[in-house]
């Protein structure tokens, strides 16, 4: 694997990170806090950064096996938490 490949997979891991830490963050404001508003923002906040993610994936020529491993793993991950 050469090195734009690895640089490429770190920021992916880095990008999806940020995305899981972002939803339990908004998962956990909504059990914690009544706030319906708050919910409202962090919830489309996350629809938001998840479309832009997909699309500058798609700037950087990720191909569709690369984008359905990652999104199952940030699924399997996601629902763990």
């Known amino acids: 694997m050469n090195e734009e490949k ?4 770190f920021y992916m891991m880095l ?4 995305l899981l ?7 956990r404001q909504i059990s914690v806090i009544q ?5 409202a923002f ?3 906040g996350l629809v938001l950064v998840w ?5 500058m994936e798609k700037k950087l020529g990720i ?3 690369e ?6 793993i940030f699924v399997v991950v996601f629902s763990m938490g």
């Open 6 to 9: 690895k640089s490429l997979y």
């Open 15 to 18: 990008g999806y990170t940020g």
């Open 21 to 27: 830490l972002i939803g339990l963050a908004t998962m």
């Open 35 to 39: 706030d319906f508003q708050g919910q």
């Open 42 to 44: 962090g919830i489309v």
């Open 51 to 55: 479309a832009y993610v997909r699309f």
């Open 63 to 65: 191909s569709n096996k």
């Open 67 to 72: 984008f359905i491993i990652s999104k199952v």
